[in-house]
C-alpha cells in the first residue's frame, strides 16, 4: 500500500501521498478531505488509510502506456543530468519528430517493434537528412535502453534497427585572398570581431560569442577559451545559454594573441568604455565582460551572426558560406601552410585526432605529393630529361 500521512492546509485537512512512478521517480499528491481542522482529526486519518487502500498510480500500466507517453516522460528523467542545450535539442527531437509520429498509430511502449521504429526512420529520410535520423536514433535507443532497466519491456528493439548511413561532409572554406577581403570589409561592424575569431582561430560561433576580456592576456598575448554562449528554444521560449564549459575538455585551450588582433582588441576595449560613458544607465552591463557586444552593451546574439553573415556576403558580392566555414577555412589555410594535422587538432580544438583527419584529410595534398614523389625515387622512374620528378 502507498505511503501516506495527514497535512494541515488553511485550517482544513489535506491526505498526501507518496508513491514512486514507473520511472523510478518519487512524486507526492495531495487529497483534499473537505475536514475542518478542529474536532476532525481521526476522520482525517480514516479518509488517509481509504485513500492510500483506493491509491492507483495516475500513469497507466506498461502495457497500456504509449511509446509517445513514454519518450515524454523520459525526457524528465534526463533533463537534471544533461546540459540545457543538449535537453532543448531532446525535446525538439522528441516532442516535434518522434511522439508525433508513433502518437498518432497508437503504439504502446510493451507493443512497439523494431519495424515501426524502421517505418519511422524511412518516413522521416523523406523530410531530413540522414544525420537528423541518427540522433532520432539516439533518443529513441536510449530511451528504451531505460524502459528495459526498468523492466516495463524484456529487450530494446532499436537494437535490431537498421540505422542510416551518415552522408559524408565536405567542409566549404575561403581561401586566403577571400578571407583577407573579408576581414578589409568587416572593419567597423558588429561581424567584425566575430569574423576575425572564427576565420584566424578557428573557433566556434559559441566560443567567438562567450569570449571575455579576462580570457584575454594582453601581458602574456594569450587567448584561453574557456566560457561559451549558445541559444536555444525551451518551453516555447527563446533562451540565452552561457556556461563555462566549451563543447568538450580539448576545446578548452589557450592560444597566441598575435599583435594584429591584440591592436584591434585593444582598441574594442576603449570604444566600449567609451561607450558605457557616453550611454550612461541606458549601457546593458549585464554582459560588460563580453568582448562582441553591441553600442549599448547589448551581446551580440548566436541567430543574429548566422542570419547577418549570410546577408553580409550577399550585399559585398562574396561567395556564400556559413559562418561555421570561417573555422574550415582557418584549418584549410593551415593545411596549405604545412601545419601538421596534429597542430590543427589541438588549435581548433578537437577531441581527437580523428575528428579533424575525417573532416580534412581530402585537403592535406601536400603531403600526397611528398608520398608520390617517395614512390617515383623508389621505383627509380625519372622525368623526361632524366632528371628527378619534381611534382607541382
Known amino acids: 500500500m502507498v505511503a501516506g500521512h495527514v497535512r494541515e492546509k488553511k485550517g482544513y485537512y489535506y491526505a498526501v501521498l507518496n508513491y514512486t512512478d514507473v520511472f523510478g521517480n518519487r512524486k507526492t499528491k495531495w487529497i483534499a478531505t473537505g475536514l475542518p481542522v478542529k474536532g476532525n482529526k481521526k476522520k482525517a486519518e480514516a479518509y488517509l488509510q481509504e485513500q492510500r487502500r483506493k491509491f492507483v498510480q495516475d500513469a497507466p500500466p506498461a502495457d497500456d502506456m504509449l511509446f509517445a507517453d513514454f519518450m515524454e516522460q523520459w525526457l524528465q528523467v534526463v533533463k537534471t543530468s544533461i546540459a540545457v542545450p543538449t535537453y532543448a535539442s531532446y525535446c525538439n527531437m522528441v516532442k516535434k519528430g518522434i511522439c508525433p509520429f508513433f502518437r498518432e498509430k497508437g503504439i504502446t ?159 574594442l576595449q576603449k570604444e566600449q568604455k567609451e561607450n558605457r560613458r557616453l550611454c550612461g544607465r541606458c549601457y546593458n552591463r549585464e554582459y560588460e565582460d563580453y568582448i562582441c557586444v553591441n553600442e549599448i552593451g547589448d551581446l551580440i546574439k548566436p541567430e543574429y551572426i548566422s542570419s547577418t553573415f549570410a546577408a553580409f556576403l550577399e550585399e559585398h558580392g562574396m561567395r556564400r558560406i556559413r559562418f561555421h566555414d570561417l573555422r574550415h577555412s582557418c584549418a584549410s589555410l593551415m593545411l596549405s601552410s604545412g601545419v601538421p594535422m596534429k597542430q590543427i587538432q589541438e588549435w581548433l580544438g578537437h577531441s581527437d585526432f580523428s575528428t579533424t583527419a575525417n573532416i580534412y584529410a581530402h585537403l592535406e595534398y601536400s603531403s600526397k605529393i611528398s608520398s608520390a614523389e617517395s614512390m617515383l625515387t623508389g621505383l627509380g622512374i625519372s622525368a623526361p630529361d632524366g632528371s628527378p620528378h619534381v611534382l607541382p
Not at 126 to 144: D, F, G, P
Request: no cysteine; proline share 4%.
Open 109 to 267: 511502449l510493451k507493443g512497439l517493434t523494431a519495424k515501426d521504429i524502421q517505418d519511422f526512420y524511412l518516413k522521416e529520410l523523406e523530410r531530413v537528412s540522414a544525420a537528423s535520423v541518427i540522433h532520432y536514433h539516439s533518443n529513441i535507443h536510449k530511451a528504451l535502453k531505460y524502459a528495459v532497466k526498468l523492466d516495463l519491456i524484456p529487450g530494446n528493439p532499436a537494437d535490431k534497427v537498421e540505422r542510416p548511413k551518415k552522408e559524408k561532409f565536405s567542409a566549404s572554406f575561403y581561401d586566403a585572398d577571400e578571407i583577407n577581403k573579408l576581414f578589409e570589409i568587416s572593419k567597423g561592424t558588429r561581424l567584425e570581431i566575430p569574423i576575425l575569431l572564427g576565420a584566424f582561430y578557428g573557433l566556434r560561433r559559441s566560443e567567438a560569442i562567450g569570449l571575455k576580456w579576462d580570457a584575454v592576456d594582453f601581458e602574456h598575448d594569450t587567448i584561453t577559451i574557456k566560457h561559451t554562449v549558445t541559444s536555444v528554444n525551451l518551453d516555447g521560449k527563446h533562451i540565452l545559454v552561457p556556461q563555462d564549459t566549451t563543447k568538450t575538455k580539448s576545446s578548452r585551450r589557450t592560444l597566441p594573441l598575435v599583435p594584429f588582433v591584440k591592436e584591434r582588441l585593444l582598441s
